[in-house]
């Protein structure tokens, strides 16, 4: 079955510094979102990529997809403390499939 | 911040009890899911409803039924509780299926001892 694998599963950032998480699938993907989880919270919807080598842009987050569409990474600047939580990936590989989450990639921040 | 209650928050139970989950909204969305986290895991979906009386199955669904008699709730069962099912479950809404955003309730936190 579809497996989507989040990678790295942990990052260690300081602040101001750049960071990526990927995302990875061996089957190619109809779509691919994005949600943020902070500590002791629930997932929250940031984007959706739809399109081969799409990109999109929320102020400091870069997401993109792969021209396969079979990954997908979300690229995050000047990393700022606001910025820590656990990153998931979710897709799904036709337009009604359910939806895969990664594992995750948790960010912690130092000043 | 959608609107979607989940109830209780917490509880802590023994194994072999019968538990229920309730998810509670009030945006009118016709699908909603079930899903558990874990660590390691990310979420992972248990069952999903595509509208009243309407559910399927997700990846994790053995041991776990559920139930929506009214649009707005979304009620999980474990009939006998074991202590795997000890996890932080989430509701989600979405206006459509996939590949549509889904909105999260805050989650109850379940301990199975």
């Known amino acids: 079955g579809q497996q989507v694998m989040q990678i790295p599963q942990y990052q260690h950032v300081q602040e101001g510094e750049d960071f990526t998480t990927y995302c990875n699938s061996s089957?190619?993907?109809?779509?691919i979102q994005w949600y943020k989880q902070r500590p002791g919270g629930h997932p929250v919807f940031l984007i959706q990529l739809v399109k081969s080598g799409e990109v999109k842009k929320q102020k400091r987050l870069t997401f993109q997809f792969g021209e396969a569409k079979k990954n997908s990474s979300l690229h995050i600047t000047a990393t700022q403390t606001t910025d820590v939580g656990t990153y998931f990936c979710?897709?799904?590989?036709?337009?009604?499939?359910?939806?895969?989450f990664g594992a995750g990639t948790q960010v912690v921040v130092t000043p | 911040d959608a609107g979607i209650t989940q109830s209780p928050r917490h509880k802590v139970t023994e194994t072999g009890t019968p538990v229920t989950l309730r998810c509670h909204q009030t945006e009118n969305h016709r699908y909603m899911y079930w899903y558990r986290q874990d660590p390691g895991h990310g979420l992972r979906l248990i069952h999903y409803s595509y509208g009243v009386k309407d559910t399927d199955k997700g990846e994790v669904s053995d041991g776990y039924s559920v139930s929506r008699s009214k649009t707005e709730d979304f009620l999980l069962t474990l009939e006998s509780a074991t202590s795997s099912q000890t996890s932080v479950y989430f509701c989600a809404i979405s206006e459509y299926f996939s590949p549509q955003p889904q909105h999260f309730g805050d989650g109850t936190r379940l301990s199975i001892l």
């Open positions: 089957t190619t993907l109809s779509n």
């Open positions: 979710a897709a799904s590989t036709d337009s009604w499939g359910k939806l895969q």
